[in-house]
């Protein structure tokens, strides 16, 4: 499996920003996928997740700012970033997984990461 994020870049406070994650080499409509955030000197910590139905969740500091979705035509899943904080500032990732009992649990296929800078 093959992922590739990209969509990041610097933006203000406040501002929008969409990732797209690319992915290949498996059956895209059976699997759920994840977005994952790591600030420097932290650990990576998932932001959102989408199952293969379009079932959500998300970390409790991104709800209702953010929103993940997927578009199967395209192999392609999406995280729309809306007034983004300087916190958010992190390098992003994707990854395919599974969810069990409403779960998700990654696995060791992730995109390069994309680095979304906010400043204030």
């Known amino acids: 499996v093959q992922l590739q994020a990209s969509g990041g870049g610097l933006v203000q406070a406040g501002g929008s920003l969409r990732l797209s994650c690319a992915a290949s080499?498996?059956?895209?409509?059976?699997?759920?996928f994840g977005w994952y955030r790591q600030a420097p000197g932290k650990q990576r910590e998932q932001v959102a997740v989408?199952?293969?139905?379009?079932?959500?969740n998300y970390a409790d500091s991104v709800k209702g700012r953010f929103t993940i979705s997927r578009d199967n035509a395209k192999n392609t899943v999406y995280l729309q970033m809306s007034s983004l904080k300087p916190e958010d500032t992190a390098v992003y990732y994707c990854?395919?997984?599974?969810?069990?009992?409403?779960?998700?649990?990654?696995?060791?296929?992730w995109g390069q990461g994309t680095l979304v800078t906010v400043s204030s």
């Open positions: 990854n395919v997984g599974i969810i069990v009992n409403g779960n998700y649990y990654p696995s060791h296929y």
């Open positions: 080499g498996s059956t895209f409509s059976n699997n759920a």
């Open positions: 989408i199952s293969s139905g379009g079932s959500t």
